[in-house]
C-alpha cells in the first residue's frame, strides 16, 4: 500500500450497496463491469440498521452486508482490489471478522483491503453491544486482535475486550490484509499514523486534504512512523459540493480536474461514488468515469 509517486493514482469505484438497490445482482455486476473497464478497486459500505442519515436516504430499501457482497464479486472477477469504506469496527467482533476477512483474502488471492472506523450513530453502535463512549479504545484493540490471528501461528491476547490462548486460528490471509483507517477527526489521523496501512477520509477539499495530510505526516513523526507507509485515499460522490461535503461534481471535465488536483497532492486512490439507487444512472455514471479517468 506504499504510494509510489511515479504511478498514476488509482480510480476505485462504490458498488452502491448502500443505495437501496433493489437487485442484489445488480450490484454484483457493477463490480465485475469495474473490472472489465479498468478499475483499480471496488468498494463497500458498512451499517446494519437502516438508521439516521442512511434511513433518510434509503428508507426501508436493502442495504446489503459489505463482506457478503465483496465476497460475490470476487467469484466473478480476478484482478480487481475489494476494499470496505469503512467497516464500522464496534459493530463486529474482531475474532469472527478476523476470519471472515482472511477468508475472503485468500478465496479472492490477496486482494482485500479493510478499510475500518470507529462509527458515528450510537443507537446503532449499542443495539449491537459496543458502549459509544468506548468505540475507539475498542477499535485499537481489535485491530491489534485481528493483527495477531492474522499472523501468528500460537496466537494468544489479553485484552480489555478480547481474550484468548491456546487455540489455533486459520485461514491465514494470503496477504498482511492491508488495515485503512476512515474518518477526517484529528483523532482518525492519529490512529491513522499509530496503526493504520492507510487513511482515508471522505469528502474533504483539495484544500482541507493537504491540510489533512500535513497532520498525518506530524502524527507519523511524533509515532515514529515513515509516513510514506501510510498511503492515503479518499471517497468523494458524483455532485456538487456543498457545506461540509466536497464533491467531484457531475461533468467529465469537473471530475477530471478535480481528479488532477487531488493527484497532484500524492493521492494513491480516488474512491468514486455515484450516489444513486437508480441502476441505469449507477451503470452510466460508472461509464463516464471511466471514460473521465482511466
Do not use: C
Not at 509517486?5 to 488509482?10: F, I
Not at 480487481?80 to 469503512?86: D, F, W
Amino acid at each position: 500500500m506504499e504510494y509510489d509517486s511515479a504511478k498514476p493514482m488509482r480510480i476505485g469505484i462504490s458498488l452502491l450497496n448502500n443505495w437501496g438497490l433493489e437487485d442484489p445482482e445488480a450490484v454484483v455486476e457493477l463490480g465485475v463491469r469495474a473490472e472489465a473497464l479498468g478499475f483499480d478497486s471496488v468498494w463497500a459500505h458498512d451499517h446494519v440498521f437502516n438508521v439516521g442519515h442512511v434511513f433518510d436516504r434509503i428508507g426501508g430499501r436493502p442495504y446489503y452486508e459489505p463482506l457478503t457482497v465483496l465476497s460475490f464479486v470476487a467469484a466473478r472477477t480476478r484482478r480487481i482490489r475489494l476494499g470496505t469504506s469503512v467497516l464500522v469496527l464496534p459493530y463486529h467482533n474482531p475474532i469472527r471478522l478476523a476470519k471472515t476477512a482472511a477468508t475472503l483474502d485468500v478465496l479472492s488471492g490477496g486482494r482485500l483491503i479493510l478499510g475500518i472506523g470507529v462509527g458515528a450513530i450510537q443507537k446503532e453502535m449499542e443495539a449491537l453491544g459496543t458502549p459509544f463512549k468506548v468505540r475507539g479504545a475498542f477499535t485499537d484493540e481489535a485491530i491489534a486482535v485481528m493483527r495477531t490471528l492474522w499472523r501468528d501461528e500460537d496466537p494468544s491476547f489479553e485484552g480489555t475486550f478480547s481474550h484468548f490462548d491456546g487455540m489455533t486460528f486459520s485461514p491465514k490471509p494470503r496477504q498482511d490484509i492491508p488495515v485503512v483507517i476512515g474518518g477526517v477527526s484529528r483523532a482518525a489521523i492519529r490512529r491513522a499514523a499509530r496503526l493504520g496501512d492507510g487513511w482515508q477520509p471522505l469528502g474533504l477539499s483539495p484544500d482541507a486534504l493537504a491540510q489533512g495530510m500535513a497532520a498525518l505526516r506530524e502524527e507519523a513523526d511524533a509515532a515514529g512512523r515513515d509516513v510514506t507507509k501510510i498511503p492515503v485515499s479518499i471517497a468523494l460522490s458524483l455532485a456538487a459540493s456543498r457545506p461540509g461535503r466536497y464533491a467531484l461534481g457531475a461533468e467529465p471535465s469537473e471530475i477530471a480536474a478535480n481528479a488532477k488536483a487531488f493527484a497532484a497532492l500524492g493521492v494513491d486512490t480516488l474512491i468514486v461514488s455515484g450516489n444513486t439507487s437508480d441502476l441505469r444512472e449507477a451503470r452510466s455514471s460508472m461509464e463516464m468515469v471511466a471514460r473521465a479517468l482511466l
